[in-house]
């Protein structure tokens, strides 16, 4: 390889103002917020991070299955029995029968006829949209969709078409406008990672239902586990599951290991194993990974106490962060993040620094993760937080919120 | 009044609020470049202007417009 000179022009220079801001940022002192290393992983909510055990409140572990000892179990076994991988995509040699048994369990998990495991939650969403919707049919969005869907839209050939975040009124008026015989998807997320605020389902299909040749796809991947009474996301809790065409998951929040699925009623579904590319073209899951997954997603069918723990959790520390002064990213506790909303990227950056050193890992985000430029320090809460670490974590806040002057 | 012109000031109209600098407004405007909006700041413009017009710019569209003189012409095909 060629030792590329640092100062000339090439195709890294694009990059240069996020180096410089970067470079700005870490020069005043501050820990790098995107270079954390967990050394320890002691539950689904203690970490050792640099020598010091930390209470992690930055995962997606909301229902803590990832140290659930029949889930580690079962991944052994698949490791001892089908070995590391498959090497082999699913439509080749990447089928084996654990993959059939996680389809199987997220067939009587979701109540559908069809299931289809994905490598990962990002690519559920970059095939199953890239390949419903192709050249003359319409994607309506929601503005503060995830990367996965975004990045969906742009691998079809679909025409794209935005409506703002969670307004029905919005989503309304362009799909009025939109061409009456061409095809549309319409995708929606139950939660929203960022503020973790929820959609308000019913109302956008009937929104949707009024407008012809309309399909519905919704996300669940911070819904699916504690949102519902069968744990399916926030569409079974709000009602509209007959409604839903389409949803997709993922392995790597409650389920707690990695990989996307779609699940549908379709009566062609099947069909999209042989014509998704990010199905096709990909290697499959390893034995263990669809093994975890497997025997988790049947044990989280039957999870009600934990669900209700969590909930818990997220009203008491929606509470507590309101008591002392902090702007949250929605005014109730409306699922299991909560996100703390901070002024500029010093202060986010100040909070959660301080945070760290006093032993809680958070979330930092900034645009264009955030909505509408925001700086947030995102909390998502787990099923295992004991009730004493929530008390735990508001005093870390009310110390490092008075530290940096994000509250008086 | 062309239509064209009567597209130009209705656009210019919506750019305004957006316009924080008081940028003056010509066809060869760009957004990115000359107004300096940044990708929210963008999506606010065009449902504004979706509204205004009762069209939709899709954001494969969106994509080929750089200058205020394209969105007109845009605009003008769209109400068709």
């Known amino acids: 390889m060629t030792d590329a000179p640092a100062q000339t022009r090439d195709l890294f220079s694009k990059f240069d103002p996020l180096i410089n801001e970067r470079e700005a940022l870490l020069a005043t002192g501050v820990r790098d917020p995107y270079a954390i290393v967990m050394d320890q992983v002691l539950s689904p909510t203690r970490a050792i991070i640099k020598g010091k055990e930390t209470i992690l409140l930055g995962t997606y572990n909301y229902m803590g299955m990832t140290f659930d000892p029949d889930v580690v179990a079962a991944g052994k076994k698949a490791l001892d029995e089908f070995g590391a991988g498959t090497t082999g995509s699913r439509v080749l040699n990447g089928t084996y029968q654990g993959h059939k048994e996680v389809e199987d369990a997220l067939k009587e998990f979701y109540g559908t006829s069809g299931a289809m495991v994905f490598s990962t939650g990002y690519q559920a969403n970059l095939g199953i949209i890239s390949t419903l919707a192709g050249k003359g049919d319409y994607v309506v969005l929601d503005a503060d969709s995830h990367a996965s869907i975004y990045d969906g839209c742009g691998l079809g050939n679909a025409e794209i078409v935005r409506f703002r975040h969670n307004s029905v009124e919005d989503l309304d008026k362009r799909l009025g406008r939109l061409p009456a015989d061409a095809l549309k998807l319409v995708v929606l997320e139950g939660v929203y990672s960022m503020l973790g605020d929820v959609a308000p389902l019913p109302e956008m299909v009937a929104a949707i239902r009024k407008h012809p040749n309309c399909m519905i796809l919704c996300d669940e991947a911070h819904g699916m586990g504690f949102f519902g009474p069968n744990g399916r996301g926030a569409y079974e809790e709000q009602g509209v599951e007959g409604e839903i065409d389409f949803v997709v998951g993922t392995f790597s929040k409650s389920v707690g290991t990695v990989g996307g699925f779609c699940v549908s009623n379709h009566p062609k579904f099947e069909i999209l194993r042989l014509v998704c590319r990010p199905y096709v073209f990909t290697a499959s899951l390893p034995p263990s990974v669809v093994a975890t997954a497997a025997t988790s997603i049947r044990k989280l069918m039957h999870a009600g106490e934990k669900r209700a723990h969590l909930w818990k959790n997220s009203k008491r520390l929606h509470g507590g962060l309101t008591d002392l002064g902090f702007k949250l990213g929605s005014e109730t506790p409306q699922s299991a993040i909560i996100a703390v909303i901070l002024t500029d990227q010093m202060q986010a950056v100040a909070m959660w620094q301080t945070l760290l050193e006093l032993g809680l890992y958070v979330n930092m985000a900034r645009p264009p993760a955030t909505p509408a430029g925001t700086f947030l320090l995102r909390c998502s809460l787990c099923a295992e937080h004991s009730d004493e670490q929530v008390e735990q974590i508001i005093g870390m806040f009310e110390t490092a919120g008075k530290a940096t002057g994000a509250i008086a | ?80």
């Open chain 2, 1 to 80: 009044m062309t239509d064209r012109t009567a597209i130009f000031d209705s656009v210019a109209a919506q750019i305004a609020p957006f316009n924080k600098k008081d940028v003056a407004l010509t066809e060869a405007t760009t957004f990115a470049g000359d107004l300096e909006w940044d990708s929210l700041t963008v999506m606010d413009f065009v449902a504004a202007i979706e509204d205004e017009f009762d069209i939709i710019i899709t954001m494969n569209m969106q994509a080929e417009i750089e200058t205020v003189g394209q969105l007109v012409d845009a605009v003008a095909k769209l109400k068709g």
